[in-house]
């Protein structure tokens, strides 16, 4: 049986999430107490036709201390034979989650009369830290629309087979602010910059004018060989110690031309050795340059 935790902040796009899981097989749960999780795994396992699938939403609704014990929780479910787990939380910047809140006029599960929307947010945060610290994904969706999000959770949970590996190159502009939700991130802002060339401002790194560019610099193939042989280097770690994603963040200065051509470089590479690789060229959505 393979097992997903989903959990995140409210306003995160929990609720999007688990639509796609069940859209594609999995039997869902919403709002789950989170003691009941192990109880409930060992009754399906026991079935004479267990589900194959299952996906439970765990979040800030539960009693606080149920959620304080979520890392013993975890620990008494990765005792069950056959049971694959992983574990899934959306986050997104506090400012994005206050606007999400007033554009929707919802009522945060956390607000009362003695705090602001404002301070639910930020206590919701510490409320759900056991969970987020378990996370084997974590996805921001600061800047990701509902259906970018939904591409996103199809690609990397529901498009991923049991015990395989999914790794994702991601590039991003660091005036924009660095990912939350990368394992690595790697710095090419000292690769040379097409920005400062006219005529190639208005491209991106998957052009061929400016991967023709920067794949005439030494220096730029040192740094895609270097961030790719780190990687090469220690993914056999992470698999063997059961990770079931790593994200790769790639930072320039907006996220337009180096970060993406060196993502680009290294996703071709690796998908000649792994079946599950994914891009995402955060600023590419965003106007910008670099």
């Not at 809140?101 to 009522?107: E, G, I, L």
């Not at 690769?191 to 005439?216: A, C, K, M």
Request: glycine share 6%; with cysteine.
């Amino acid at each position: 049986m393979r097992l997903v935790v989903l959990s995140g902040r409210s306003g995160s796009g929990k609720s999007t999430a688990l639509q796609v899981l069940e859209d594609v097989g999995f039997y869902c749960i919403d709002n789950l107490p989170a003691l009941l999780l192990p109880d409930l795994i060992k009754l399906m396992l026991a079935d004479p036709q267990p589900i194959s699938k299952i996906a439970v939403s765990i979040d800030a609704r539960n009693q606080p201390s149920n959620l304080q014990q979520f890392p013993e929780i975890m620990a008494q479910l990765q005792q069950l034979p056959n049971l694959g787990i992983e574990t899934l939380f959306l986050d997104a910047g506090e400012a994005t989650l206050l606007r999400r809140y007033n554009a929707t006029r919802r009522r945060h599960p956390l607000s009362d009369n003695n705090q602001s929307l404002q301070q639910s947010i930020r206590n919701e945060r510490e409320l759900l830290e056991p969970i987020a610290t378990q996370a084997d994904l974590r996805i921001d969706t600061t800047r990701l629309s509902l259906y970018e999000l939904r591409d996103e959770v199809k690609l990397r949970v529901a498009g991923r087979t049991e015990q395989e590996l999914s790794l994702q190159f991601e590039s991003f502009g660091f005036k924009h602010g660095v990912p939350l939700d990368v394992d690595f991130t790697f710095d090419v802002r000292s690769l040379p910059n097409p920005y400062w060339v006219p005529e190639l401002r208005r491209h991106t790194g998957r052009d061929q004018e400016v991967i023709d560019f920067l794949s005439g610099y030494e220096d730029v193939t040192e740094m895609v060989t270097d961030i790719r042989q780190f990687v090469e280097k220690w993914l056999p770690r992470f698999r063997a110690n059961n990770r079931s994603y790593i994200t790769i963040g790639i930072g320039c200065t907006g996220g337009q031309h180096r970060s993406v051509y060196v993502c680009e470089q290294l996703a071709g590479h690796f998908r000649t050795l792994m079946d599950n690789v994914q891009i995402l060229h955060r600023e590419l959505r965003q106007p910008g340059s670099d």
